[in-house]
């Protein structure tokens, strides 16, 4: 089909552009930006809506395999549609282990089968995520995995780390961390300060973050290997980033939404819906955090959705897992409380919300470039409405953001020239 978006504000910062434009699309592709386009298609009227490069997640846990009670790449990719995102990276969960070729051709039939946005899976850099044996890299890059990633467990022996980014360089593959020292951690459930004690949690400190940060970004320097650190928390963690970037070190990172908006001020520690990891930090952490990018030490922001069923979340905070889901609600909260308070402008929102994304992990979109796949997000900056996980798209509802009243959110969501979400609906 060929279609003509019309008249809206189309922002595509890896082309610098942002204006007033129509987009025409046809046979999966973008043809032409420009005023005044005509042409035989289907019109679609985008006037006071803002037309962006379709959003990529590099980090989603989309329940499969082994946690399909709470998530499924079907109802996964439903809840990344709705949410504007026309690609997802699926990162590993504890059940199973992504450590072989196989898994990683699972994931992507199982895409293939029920998903309705692009799934790009990351794969263990372990054998079981146990820290010890490395993966066939190679294999798994033939199957289809764009990053080695052993979720939010971190490599503990330094040689063994050296040992992964050495082979990832040499298959091609970046290696995305997860980094906290587990001894420091210990029994932690919350950031360690003034709201660990009021609350009385045991608190995990910022310097279980920068040791492995700080010894990762060693390492990465010493093997040239590309090294990508997730979940940024701390002021620590950025400062160590910066100046690593600075001596020419080939790391990139990102950081949450959540980690862009909530505190250890705000935890309720009657609501496990709060627990997640790494934990919310200070109001500090946080402003450092948007500096950092502003300034290009954090390259991209993930969601980190992580999904657990009810039950699992309703126990004490400290017995319940880490995470939240956050795959529908990241962009209207960023729009809301991040750009709408002035700390960044949309330009540097969706820059790293599609174009970073996609430069760093060599995936297709992130721009509107004529011949570029036609993954679009249309975005209506004036819809408002009170978050009720209840009726999203995610099998679960684990989020500290029910009952928020959240503007900006994406009524559109068209993946390869097909319309996928309409009028703010899945279509699929």
């Known amino acids: ?27 999966g592709r973008v043809v032409e930006l420009g005023q005044d386009l005509s042409g035989a298609g289907e019109v679609v009227d985008c006037q006071g809506k803002v037309v962006v490069p379709g959003l990529i997640d590099l980090r989603a846990h989309l329940g499969e395999p082994g946690r399909e009670l709470a998530e499924t790449i079907a109802s996964g990719t439903r809840a990344a549609a709705a949410g504007g995102f026309t690609a997802v990276c699926a990162r590993p969960g504890r059940e199973l282990a992504v450590d072989n070729a196989g898994w990683v051709s699972f994931v992507r039939e199982r895409a293939r089968q029920d998903g309705v946005v692009k799934v790009y899976p990351l794969a263990a850099v372990t054998k079981g995520y146990a820290g010890d044996e490395l993966v066939e890299m190679g294999d798994l890059k033939a199957a289809g995995a764009v990053a080695l990633y052993d979720g939010d467990r971190s490599l503990a022996r330094a040689g063994v780390m050296r040992r992964a980014l050495e082979y990832a360089r040499m298959v091609g593959l970046p290696v995305m961390v997860h980094c906290e020292d587990a001894d420091l951690a210990g029994p932690g459930v919350m950031h360690e300060g003034l709201y660990s004690t009021i609350n009385g949690l045991a608190g995990i400190p910022a310097a279980a973050e920068e040791i492995v940060v700080a ?32 001596r020419g070190v080939a790391v990139t990172a990102d950081v949450t939404a959540h980690h862009l908006v909530l505190t250890d001020a705000d935890v309720q520690p009657d609501d496990a819906n709060w627990k997640v990891r790494p934990p919310l ?30 039950e699992d979340k309703q126990v004490e905070f400290d017995r319940a897992p880490f995470g939240i889901i956050g795959l529908e609600t990241a962009l209207p909260l960023l729009l809301t409380r991040v750009v709408a308070a002035g700390s960044l402008s949309l330009n540097e929102l969706i820059a790293r919300l599609s174009w970073h994304p996609a430069r760093m992990l060599g995936l297709p979109g992130g721009t509107l470039a004529p011949g570029s796949p036609a993954d679009i997000t249309v975005i209506d900056p004036e819809r408002e409405r009170v978050y009720d996980p209840k009726q999203g798209y995610s099998r679960s509802r684990n989020t500290p953001l029910a009952g928020w009243r959240l503007k900006g959110w994406p009524v559109a969501t068209m993946v390869d020239g097909r319309w996928v979400v309409q009028q703010g609906r899945v279509l699929v």
């Open 1 to 27: 089909m060929r279609w003509l978006l019309k008249g809206g504000r189309v922002v595509d910062p890896a082309q610098g552009i942002d204006a007033v434009l129509d987009v025409l699309v046809a046979d």
């Open 215 to 246: 010894r990762d970004l060693m390492l990465a320097q010493l093997t040239g290997a590309r090294l990508h650190i997730a979940h940024v928390s701390t002021a620590g963690s950025v400062a160590l980033i910066r100046a690593a970037k600075a």
């Open 281 to 310: 930090r200070t109001s500090a952490d946080v402003e450092a955090l948007l500096e950092g990018l502003r300034d290009g030490t954090i390259d991209c922001i993930a969601t980190d959705h992580e999904p657990h069923l009810e």
